[in-house]
């Protein structure tokens, strides 16, 4: 196989990110710059904001990541972009900076599915994990458990039918006081709270099958709060019941997964996969099954162009066909991919 190198670029919502990885010599850079100072002040993603800045960001970071890989255009296989799901501005904004990128440097563009970007992350990792697996992948926009059979062949058994369980994450920390965004500032105030005093549901877990449904918990700790005096203490006790909701959730569900398709290996991917309490749980439940788990560095549990320029690696190892057209989909189903 010649020598494959390939710039990655992420703009699928309010991270602006390029790498450029190489098929033997691994991740060569990775550069990101993050919109939530720009987006802190209304409390969540503005997309017409995001695009801008996006438009700002996105040329000097390709500039920045080939001098850091010490790459020159020339050197490169192809360009591989996220195109899909996510905000449709920004996507734009990246697809169109590839494609024309592509165009001019004479390579091909690969348009990436930012879901599998984040299942496959942990293939950058020093011992990554082999096919087949399973994946929960579990981040603000998304959650999902998937069959992952080979590149490109994904059976999606369950998914969340409301809120994912970062954006579950995210508003309940909007009711308790904290700053946007608030997965971590919630995981942290759990750490100080009372186990115990306040018990949440573990939604769809009575019932068979592996949908997910997070938005209940949203309205039970916000019917929780209103009966408090809103101490730092009932803060701190009704952030840990809510987290400790969403982990047994998902873990009950992983279970159930790995045991109906009898897998190996479960992969964690996705921002809520930085969770110190899901990893540990996920431990205990992966060797309890006589599973390993694997993740990606927590840097790479977020968006980042390091997966994208991964994905279009393989996929351009697999023969998959660069489309002339400048793709961007803001909703995109990650079963109906093909190699």
């Not at 992952?148 to 954006?167: H, T």
């Not at 899901?278 to 788990?293: F, K, M, N």
């Amino acid at each position: 196989m010649p020598n494959t190198r390939i710039l990655g670029i992420e703009t699928s919502c309010d991270e602006t990110a390029v790498a450029v990885y190489d098929h033997r010599q691994g991740l060569l850079a990775h550069v990101l710059h993050s919109q939530i100072d720009l987006h802190a002040y209304y409390g969540g993603v503005v997309p017409e904001l995001a695009s801008r800045d996006h438009i700002q960001r996105l040329l000097p970071l390709v500039r920045e990541a080939l001098s850091q890989a010490h790459t020159q255009p020339a050197e490169l296989s192809a360009i591989a972009y996220t195109a899909g799901p996510g905000l449709l501005g920004a996507l734009l904004v990246g697809a169109g900076v590839a494609r024309s990128l592509a165009w001019g440097w004479g390579l091909p563009a690969l348009a990436i599915h930012h879901l599998e970007g984040h299942l496959l992350a942990p293939l950058l990792e020093p011992d990554p994990p082999a096919f087949p697996f399973l994946c929960l992948l579990v981040s603000g926009g998304h959650t999902l458990l998937v069959d992952v059979q080979a590149l490109g062949v994904y059976r999606i058994l369950g998914e969340s039918i409301d809120d994912a369980a970062g954006e579950a994450f995210d508003k309940t920390a909007k009711l308790l006081g904290l700053g946007y965004p608030g997965g971590a500032a919630l995981a942290a105030l759990a750490l100080q709270g009372e186990p115990g005093r306040f018990s949440f549901p573990r939604p769809m877990t009575d019932r068979p099958g592996l949908d997910f449904s997070f938005s209940g918990l949203k309205t039970h700790a916000l019917t929780t709060l209103r009966g408090l005096a809103g101490t730092d203490q009932d803060r701190a006790d009704v952030a840990h019941a809510f987290e400790a909701a969403v982990v047994d959730t998902l873990c009950i569900k992983t279970r159930r997964a790995l045991q109906q398709i009898q897998a190996q290996r479960v992969v964690v991917a996705g921002g809520v996969g930085a969770n110190q309490r899901l990893r540990q749980q996920l431990a205990e439940l992966a060797h309890s099954e006589g599973a390993s788990v694997h993740y990606p560095r927590i840097a790479f549990c977020t968006d980042n162009a390091a997966m994208i320029a991964l994905a279009g690696c393989l996929r351009l190892a697999h023969g998959s066909d660069p489309d002339l057209s400048i793709c961007a989909q803001a909703r995109w189903d990650l079963s109906s991919l093909r190699v």
